[in-house]
């Protein structure tokens, strides 16, 4: 089962941009699907965005048109590009591989990486 990384929270300010990586222990070019996750305090975990291997994505309707989701199959990694965040896009983000079309994850979860929107 492929190992997974999360990287690249912090705080950042409202209105502000930041990038969540997520290494893969092996290549994720045969994975078709892989999604980005978050969850915040005293809530579940939802789907923030997911990518097929063709490139195709689909995004939570709080994040459309703010983040994008991309991936670099040669570099084994999964991006999430956070514009103009908002206070409620704080949480623990996390990267899974997913289900094609429900986008329910698939692998175990790593530890997450802290998202903080905040003046």
């Known amino acids: 089962q492929v190992q997974l990384v999360e990287s690249g929270g912090g705080l950042v300010q409202p209105g502000g941009s930041l990038r969540l990586s997520c290494a893969a222990s092996?290549?994720?070019?045969?994975?078709?699907?892989m999604a980005w996750y978050r969850q915040a305090p005293g809530k579940q975990r939802v789907l923030v965005a997911a990518i097929t291997g063709g490139g195709t994505t689909n995004y939570a309707d709080s994040v459309k048109g703010r983040f994008t989701i991309s991936r670099d199959n040669a570099k084994n990694t999964l991006y999430l590009q956070m514009d103009s965040p908002k206070p409620e896009d704080t949480a623990v983000y996390y990267c899974?591989?997913?289900?094609?079309?429900?986008?329910?994850?698939?692998?175990?979860w790593g530890q997450g990486t802290q998202v903080t929107v905040s003046s």
């Open positions: 899974n591989t997913a289900t094609s079309l429900t986008y329910k994850p698939r692998g175990s």
């Open positions: 092996e290549s994720i070019y045969s994975i078709n699907t």
